[in-house]
């Protein structure tokens, strides 16, 4: 349902600011029965600047391709060609009386971004502008001044404005994902962009290190690690570093905060069963939260909080079981296969992503709370695991060996637009998408 | 009820051992060499440290040297050593998401037995392991529970619980990294490392 007004939204705030209202019979711009939205045919011109200021024209370009870039990333859009343009921009100013509409939506544009750009002793002036094309009207215009370094924090600002003028949520500008990789030759945590860009190593542990969550306020990442020959709980300050670290006998493994509290669940062994406890954030135990016989591991919870999915092999095989956390009524919501496991609960709360094996492979699933009808995103092309949703509940990061070792990729909710995220050296698992920083 | 049959098995079971071991001490250490040079065959796994060798000459004036006793002590240690190369060498294997131990499993681990009834001051870590097709989570927690279980057996059979530390490394540290069940049933393992 939550799917259906999101929907709807979109839909709504189109129809509100962009599409004539004489067209909207013929404008079928999003098809609310179809899983895969219509991509919306966006042209992004180079930015206008100072013709013969070479800092000024590279930066033009650089600031035109990363705004390509972003746009293209979240699926929503279908990016024209700059060489079928017949207007050029850049050598006109983005003011609205220079723009001739027609020679945009003849190319096959329903959207325009369009700006100037200048370089004024180190300070760079940005003006950007979304335009509707059939409309003929300006959407957003915005003005920034930043330093020259500054650029790619201005592109994901403007971005992000687009998205929420197109969508009413503000994207997955300002996240980042954390994963696993081996490259060290022992698995540590990693961190890079949303885009995968600015790859960073965040754990030098030398020893090995996995599962990592991030608290819904992004302050802190919690993780399993070997550091003392064991798997214990690690619960690390992002900022400053401050630790706490839980090494009860057995495992201390699977760590998943609880939304907006300063809480995390995570599966611990010392009482002879393997059960999911909470714990405060400086992981003192509150209380047993499962208590059936056999693995209760991954937990992930429902956005408010109230509930908590888990994988349990109470049943004999392992299969997704959802609790209510106040009154600890559990219901198993996967009947489809013999190993499901990895869930994944998205930011919209209406559905699971899992990973479900079937035929000795892996794929990426997403199941809605009833159980009923899961919906497989990935297939023939290799494993496919640890699927962790964007923020906005638009993407799905996940791991794939479907070109050897194991890397980085990303997916619309749906499915669609699968592409890997990085590769670097070692074999990459594990990513979970951080929540928006900039909260 | 359970508690007793378990006591009732381990008398059967150890006692004969204990007998096994006490008068055919030698005859066993033989074979156990024969496996050990076995496995070396197949894995660089390093001979059993002998100990250093005899001493020098005793001084002149010692009148009983001991060469007798020395050469007993020798075959006690390399029994032993051999005894904990086996006691490593050989896995417990077990079958795809399970804990459980086939006969097979529990055969290996009555021999683990009968060498930790024999060397009662030995302590080991037994490590739970899992091949690489389940998701790492999952495999952690099984892996702790092979390690478990194999534990559990060896108390069962009357050996003290504090001597065996359990550990799992699920799928992190496979043996090898094919594809295919040949390398799969061998990463599907408990590993005994003596402590």
Redesign the interface.
């Known amino acids: 349902m939550t799917f259906f007004r999101y929907v709807i939204v979109l839909v709504a705030v189109y129809i509100s600011f962009i599409m004539p209202a004489s067209s909207l019979a013929g404008y079928d711009y999003i098809d609310i029965n179809s899983p895969s939205l219509r991509k919306i045919p966006i042209a992004v011109p180079l930015l206008g600047t100072d013709t013969g200021n070479e800092t000024g024209m590279q930066l033009s370009r650089k600031a035109s391709d990363m705004l390509s870039g972003m746009l293209d990333f979240t699926g929503y859009f279908k990016m024209l060609d700059r060489d079928s343009f017949i207007e050029d921009p850049a050598k006109t100013k983005s003011d609205i009386s220079n723009i001739h509409f027609p020679n945009w939506t003849a190319v096959g544009a329903e959207l325009l971004v369009a700006g100037n750009l200048q370089v004024k002793g180190g300070v760079l002036e940005i003006e950007l502008r979304l335009f509707d094309t059939i409309k003929a009207g300006q959407l957003i215009g915005k003005k920034y001044s930043a330093g020259v370094n500054d650029l790619r924090d201005v592109i994901k600002r403007f971005s992000a404005e687009i998205i929420y003028y197109l969508t009413g949520n503000r994207g997955v500008f300002d996240s980042q994902i954390a994963f696993v990789s081996s490259g060290t030759g022992n698995?540590e945590i990693y961190m890079c962009e949303f885009d995968g860009s600015d790859i960073s190593q965040f754990t030098r542990n030398k020893a090995?290190t996995?599962?990592p969550a991030w608290s819904s306020d992004g302050h802190w990442i919690a993780f399993?690690s070997y550091i003392k020959?064991?798997?214990d709980l690690y619960i690390v300050n992002t900022r400053d570093r401050s630790m706490s670290v839980v090494a009860k006998k057995?495992?201390n493994?699977?760590p998943a905060w609880v939304p907006g509290k300063f809480e995390l669940a995570a599966?611990f062994?010392y009482s002879g069963d393997?059960d999911i406890y909470l714990l405060t954030g400086t992981g003192k135990e509150i209380k047993k939260l499962t208590n059936e016989r056999g693995?209760d591991?991954?937990p992930t919870w429902s956005p408010d909080g109230k509930k908590m999915a888990f994988?349990s092999?109470r049943s004999g095989?392992?299969q997704i079981y959802v609790q209510d956390i106040n009154n600890g009524h559990v219901e198993r919501i996967t009947f489809y296969g013999r190993?499901n496991?990895?869930p994944s609960w998205s930011p919209k709360g209406d559905k699971i992503a899992y990973?479900g094996?079937i035929g000795?492979r892996?794929n990426i699933y997403t199941i809605g709370l009833d159980g009923k009808d899961p919906v497989q995103l990935t297939g023939n092309a290799g494993d496919n695991?640890?699927p962790s949703w964007s923020p906005d509940g638009s993407l799905i990061v996940f791991s794939s060996t479907r070109e050897g070792p194991s890397r980085i990729f990303v997916m619309t909710a749906f499915g669609t637009d699968q592409r890997r995220l990085l590769a670097i050296s070692g074999e990459q698992?594990?990513p979970k998408w951080s929540p928006g920083l900039n909260n | 009820m359970k508690n007793n049959i378990w006591v009732v098995l381990a008398i059967l079971l150890v006692i004969p051992g204990l007998l096994f071991t006490a008068s055919c001490g030698k005859k066993s250490l033989k074979a156990d060499i024969e496996t050990m040079k076995d496995k070396t065959k197949e894995a660089p796994v390093p001979p059993p440290r002998a100990p250093a060798p005899a001493p020098a000459p005793a001084p002149v004036f010692q009148k009983t040297p001991e060469p007798v006793k020395i050469s007993e002590e020798e075959i006690r240690a390399r029994e032993k050593a051999a005894a904990m190369q086996v006691l490593m060498n050989e896995d417990v294997y077990f079958d795809y998401?399970s804990a459980a131990l086939a006969p097979a499993a529990q055969e290996t681990l009555k021999k683990k037995a009968v060498f930790l009834n024999k060397y009662s001051n030995v302590s080991v870590t037994i490590e739970g392991h899992c091949d690489e097709?389940?998701?790492?989570?999952?495999n952690?927690?099984?892996g702790?529970?092979r390690a478990e279980s194999a534990k559990k057996f060896l108390v069962d059979l009357g050996l003290a619980a504090s001597r065996f530390t359990?550990?799992?490394?699920g799928e992190?540290k496979p043996i090898g990294t094919d594809s295919n069940e040949e390398a799969w049933s061998k990463n599907r393992r408990a590993h005994f490392v003596v402590k």
């Open positions: 698995k090995i996995i599962f399993t020959g064991k798997p057995g495992i493994i699977t599966t062994s393997q693995s591991v991954s994988v092999s095989t392992p190993y496991t990895q990973s094996m000795g892996h695991e640890s698992t594990s | 998401d097709r389940g998701t790492n989570e999952y952690l927690a099984l702790e529970r359990t550990i799992s490394f992190e």
